[in-house]
Protein backbone atom coordinates (compact mmCIF):
# COMPACT_ATOMS: atom_id res chain seq x y z
CA UNK A 1 0.00 0.00 0.00
CA UNK A 2 0.70 3.88 -0.54
CA UNK A 3 1.52 5.98 1.84
CA UNK A 4 -1.26 8.09 0.73
CA UNK A 5 -3.38 5.46 1.24
CA UNK A 6 -2.36 4.16 4.44
CA UNK A 7 -3.40 7.76 5.59
CA UNK A 8 -6.50 7.16 4.26
CA UNK A 9 -7.07 3.50 5.83
CA UNK A 10 -6.05 5.00 9.15
CA UNK A 11 -9.19 7.06 9.33
CA UNK A 12 -11.33 4.28 9.67
CA UNK A 13 -12.08 2.99 13.13
CA UNK A 14 -13.94 0.13 15.00
CA UNK A 15 -16.33 1.42 18.14
CA UNK A 16 -12.98 0.56 19.98
CA UNK A 17 -10.78 2.39 18.55
CA UNK A 18 -12.79 5.51 17.92
CA UNK A 19 -13.90 5.86 21.30
CA UNK A 20 -10.03 5.95 22.60
CA UNK A 21 -9.42 8.51 19.53
CA UNK A 22 -12.51 10.95 20.46
CA UNK A 23 -11.11 10.69 24.16
CA UNK A 24 -7.63 11.91 22.63
CA UNK A 25 -9.71 14.49 20.54
CA UNK A 26 -11.71 15.51 24.29
CA UNK A 27 -8.92 16.25 25.98
CA UNK A 28 -7.12 18.35 23.19
CA UNK A 29 -10.48 20.26 23.65
CA UNK A 30 -11.69 19.50 20.01
CA UNK A 31 -15.30 19.57 19.13
CA UNK A 32 -16.23 16.66 17.71
CA UNK A 33 -19.49 16.73 14.93
CA UNK A 34 -21.35 13.76 14.51
CA UNK A 35 -22.91 12.55 11.27
CA UNK A 36 -24.29 8.76 9.50
CA UNK A 37 -25.49 7.90 6.64
CA UNK A 38 -25.42 5.25 3.71
CA UNK A 39 -23.15 7.53 1.30
CA UNK A 40 -24.07 4.60 -1.69
CA UNK A 41 -22.79 6.89 -4.30
CA UNK A 42 -20.74 9.92 -3.36
CA UNK A 43 -22.24 13.22 -5.35
CA UNK A 44 -22.10 16.92 -5.04
CA UNK A 45 -24.44 16.66 -2.14
CA UNK A 46 -23.09 14.44 0.29
CA UNK A 47 -19.88 16.99 -0.44
CA UNK A 48 -21.62 19.82 0.59
CA UNK A 49 -23.49 18.67 3.51
CA UNK A 50 -20.04 16.59 4.61
CA UNK A 51 -17.82 19.93 4.57
CA UNK A 52 -20.86 22.03 6.42
CA UNK A 53 -20.74 19.63 8.62
CA UNK A 54 -16.52 19.81 9.31
CA UNK A 55 -17.17 23.36 9.29
CA UNK A 56 -19.09 22.91 12.67
CA UNK A 57 -16.65 21.93 14.48
CA UNK A 58 -12.86 20.40 14.52
CA UNK A 59 -13.26 17.08 13.84
CA UNK A 60 -15.79 14.91 11.73
CA UNK A 61 -17.14 11.45 12.62
CA UNK A 62 -19.13 9.97 10.00
CA UNK A 63 -20.71 6.69 10.89
CA UNK A 64 -21.46 4.29 7.85
CA UNK A 65 -24.47 2.29 7.66
CA UNK A 66 -23.24 -1.20 6.77
CA UNK A 67 -24.35 -3.26 3.93
CA UNK A 68 -26.53 -5.00 5.54
CA UNK A 69 -27.96 -2.13 7.43
CA UNK A 70 -28.40 -0.51 4.19
CA UNK A 71 -29.83 -3.27 2.57
CA UNK A 72 -33.13 -3.13 5.34
CA UNK A 73 -33.80 0.46 4.52
CA UNK A 74 -32.81 1.24 1.31
CA UNK A 75 -34.00 -2.79 -0.37
CA UNK A 76 -32.01 -5.76 -1.46
CA UNK A 77 -30.64 -4.11 -4.23
CA UNK A 78 -28.50 -1.73 -2.56
CA UNK A 79 -25.98 -0.84 -1.48
CA UNK A 80 -24.32 -0.13 -5.04
CA UNK A 81 -21.10 0.40 -3.66
CA UNK A 82 -19.51 -2.37 -0.85
CA UNK A 83 -18.72 -1.33 2.62
CA UNK A 84 -14.83 -1.29 1.86
CA UNK A 85 -15.40 1.09 -0.85
CA UNK A 86 -17.79 3.06 0.87
CA UNK A 87 -15.25 3.75 3.58
CA UNK A 88 -12.35 4.47 2.12
CA UNK A 89 -14.46 6.93 -0.13
CA UNK A 90 -15.65 8.72 2.90
CA UNK A 91 -12.02 8.37 4.80
CA UNK A 92 -10.61 10.30 1.22
CA UNK A 93 -12.27 13.41 2.27
CA UNK A 94 -10.13 15.81 3.66
CA UNK A 95 -12.84 16.99 5.51
CA UNK A 96 -13.62 13.72 7.47
CA UNK A 97 -11.78 13.01 10.32
CA UNK A 98 -12.99 9.11 11.00
CA UNK A 99 -15.53 7.04 9.57
CA UNK A 100 -16.80 3.88 11.50
CA UNK A 101 -19.01 1.10 10.31
CA UNK A 102 -22.04 0.39 12.42
CA UNK A 103 -24.22 -2.74 11.77
CA UNK A 104 -27.72 -1.58 13.25
CA UNK A 105 -30.15 -0.05 11.32
CA UNK A 106 -29.91 3.66 13.32
CA UNK A 107 -26.70 4.86 14.82
CA UNK A 108 -27.78 5.27 18.14
CA UNK A 109 -24.87 2.73 19.98
CA UNK A 110 -22.06 4.54 18.07
CA UNK A 111 -23.63 8.21 19.00
CA UNK A 112 -23.43 6.71 22.63
CA UNK A 113 -20.05 5.20 22.03
CA UNK A 114 -18.76 8.87 20.44
CA UNK A 115 -20.81 11.57 22.51
CA UNK A 116 -20.32 14.53 20.11
CA UNK A 117 -20.48 17.86 20.63
CA UNK A 118 -22.49 18.33 17.86
CA UNK A 119 -25.23 15.73 16.05
CA UNK A 120 -25.84 16.80 12.53
CA UNK A 121 -28.25 15.63 9.64
CA UNK A 122 -29.49 16.27 6.13
CA UNK A 123 -32.88 18.77 5.83
CA UNK A 124 -35.62 15.79 5.63
CA UNK A 125 -35.02 15.74 9.54
CA UNK A 126 -36.17 17.67 12.43
CA UNK A 127 -33.88 18.08 15.00
CA UNK A 128 -36.05 16.35 17.68
CA UNK A 129 -36.66 13.09 15.13
CA UNK A 130 -32.99 12.75 14.87
CA UNK A 131 -31.75 9.19 16.26
CA UNK A 132 -29.70 10.16 19.20
CA UNK A 133 -30.38 13.86 19.85
CA UNK A 134 -31.64 12.94 23.61
CA UNK A 135 -27.36 11.67 24.50
CA UNK A 136 -26.33 14.93 23.18
CA UNK A 137 -28.60 17.63 24.15
CA UNK A 138 -28.29 15.70 27.52
CA UNK A 139 -24.50 16.31 27.36
CA UNK A 140 -24.86 19.73 26.66
CA UNK A 141 -24.41 19.53 22.67
CA UNK A 142 -26.36 20.90 19.46
CA UNK A 143 -28.64 18.89 17.20
CA UNK A 144 -28.74 20.75 13.40
CA UNK A 145 -30.26 19.62 9.92
CA UNK A 146 -28.59 21.30 7.54
CA UNK A 147 -29.91 22.06 4.30
CA UNK A 148 -29.94 19.53 1.30
CA UNK A 149 -28.70 20.53 -2.28
CA UNK A 150 -31.79 20.45 -4.56
CA UNK A 151 -30.98 17.56 -7.08
CA UNK A 152 -28.55 15.39 -5.79
CA UNK A 153 -29.64 12.10 -4.13
CA UNK A 154 -28.34 8.13 -4.84
CA UNK A 155 -31.94 7.47 -5.32
CA UNK A 156 -32.17 9.61 -8.35
CA UNK A 157 -28.57 8.83 -9.52
CA UNK A 158 -29.43 5.09 -9.41
CA UNK A 159 -32.58 5.74 -11.05
CA UNK A 160 -30.89 8.07 -13.92
CA UNK A 161 -28.30 4.98 -14.20
CA UNK A 162 -30.83 2.33 -14.15
CA UNK A 163 -33.26 4.26 -16.91
CA UNK A 164 -29.91 4.92 -19.22
CA UNK A 165 -30.16 1.63 -21.08
CA UNK A 166 -26.56 1.12 -20.49
Same mark, same amino acid.
Given at each position: ?19 ? #? ?26 ? /? ?59 ? #? ?13 ? /? ?17 ? #? ?22
Amino acid at each position: MSLEFDKIHSKIHSFESIEN #LVEQWRTDHKTIVFTNGCFDLLHFGHLH /YLAAARDLGDKLVVGLNSADSVKRLKGAHRPLNDELTRQHLLAALQFVDAVVVFQEDTPFE #LIQCVRPDILVKGGD /YQPNQIVGADIVLRGGGKV #LSLPFVEGYSTTNLESKIRNSGV
